[in-house]
């Protein structure tokens, strides 16, 4: 388990690039920069609650050859502003990169927190890039990738107790999935903090003999990764998605574009919010309670093999990664 | 011509010319936007020829064709800014930057452009035109324009931020925007207005065209935004009030001290100044000469 990952790495950035500014709607010190303000504080612009402003606000420093990078929950870097973001960044094509802490189901703030329908949301603005990040790994690179893109980027990303499941050495890459399991009987397309839980379901299918093609995706926008149409090409029976959020307009959704505009004719299922909203909890209630967890992913893969697996949840409990429970 | 030797009676024949060749447009056309004409044209043309320090145009002198919306593969596109002397690729940050909010206004801001000499008059004939960069409500591309403004209440906040991005660097050139009245109701222009002050923003200062009208009557019926004056100045800003079209007014009023402050300049206007015509069909927001007076429109129009 790693701690406070994006403070460190955004401490080195700031390093690299001194053009690098920090802005903070009063959530700052929840978004892992208390450092970054203690530590570059003419470079720290504190706007309030007042999410709409400091969005646009931004582009005006953007436009001057700053690069600002923007701090808060995700789900207020989004549904509030969703007409700042497209008119004051998006159309012109900034490079705003818009770090958006707690995604989805991983704050136990209730509704109001959960940013659980920002992909498809935001998968339709033009000149966007979408990066949802699954480990402290992760964390390290995709600010990188963030400002090497050069124009409007949303990341969905983590925040203090996070898993490294993939190793240091071996850093996120732009529009490129991981394959972490190969195989040939069902593609696994995972994102955000559900990797973990396909991870688990995987390692517990493979014993039954299933044959996993896992692949966890953690740009998705633009989706044209090939990798994706080799999966699905490769596999007998069908994909499973797993994403922390709605499945309407998000990693599924892409998946499915994939599978059509392939001509690719397999069952896909998508394990997520089912076009609901979710109330306030820990993550690991709500995976379950929402049937987003590892156990969902399984009878979904049960569904497109038709078969009985008889996977009990004791045969799941042997991998556990972390929960998050922090407002 | 220096701007020196500009007289406020030439800034005022450069504002009936604006109101004169928007009344054109409404005529050949069937309307505009005539009113906000009438209420900012003395003011704009202030703007252009006197109080905005920028360099000559570096746009085109005619209309050009839509050169395509921003994106990775076409971010060299001629941007509205150059007309107002502004080369994003190698800015002379000792002149001013001028961002236009009120963006229904952009009949305006292109006759001023055709009055301070920077495109020429047959430029106008592309105004709304299918396929041209002249269009009706303008956008990053558009003469004149620094950004995409349609969306009321961003505007503010992209200049407050160029302002704000000067002072980090140091650049001598101020920020002036350009707001009316009706768009203050927008939240964001108040999150932005104590942001500005917030930072001390005096490099910054917002001209509003307090014309007191909006799209349904107004601006005291439809969503009252008074006493502005007040409200700037418990937000911390400088604020002075003027006759919108007392050019002499606007000018000394561009030149009020506000160290450590942002300045705005609320401009009272005339939604039927230089067209008093238009009296009786006033509040009007976009205005459609009717049939019935289109010969006395005709005839005025000639006369002016």
Redesign the interface.
Known sequence: MELNKHNENLLRMAKEHPEIVVLSADLGTSCEIKEFSIKYPDRYFSMGIAEQNMCSWAAGLAREGFRPFLHSFSVFLYRRILDQIEMSVAYPNLPVVFCGFVPGITTPGGVSHQSTNDVGVLRTIPNFAIFDIGDATEIESVLDIAYDYNGPVYIRQLRKNVPRLFPASEPMIFNHARVLSEGTDIAIFSSSVMTEEAIRATAVLKKRGVSVQHLHISTLKPFTDPQVIDALKKVKFGAVTIENGTIIGGLGTCVAEVMAENGIGKPLLKVGLNDQYAHGASKMFLVKYYNMDAMALIKNVEKILKKDLKIEEKDLEEIRFEDFLEV | MTKKSVTTEKILKAGNNIRKRILGIALKSGGCYLTQACSSADLVATLYLKILNLGPSLGNRDAILFPG????NN?DYQRGAAYNGYDYKNPDFTKDRFFVSCCHYSSVIYCALVEAGRIDASAIDKFNGDGWNMEMIG??HSPGF???A??L???I??????????K??GHTGKIICMLSDGEIAE??DW??I??AS??KLDNFSVFVDVNKQQIEGWTKNVMNTEPLEERFKAFGWACVKVNGHDVEAIINASKTKHKGKPLAILCETDVARGIPLLKTMVPKHFVRIPENQREEFLKFYENM
């Open positions: 919306v921003p994106s990775k971010m956008a990053e620094e950004n995409t349609g969306s209440g961003q505007t906040s992209i200049a407050a931020g160029t302002a704000h991005a000067y980090l660097k939240g964001q999150e932005c104590q942001a917030f930072y």
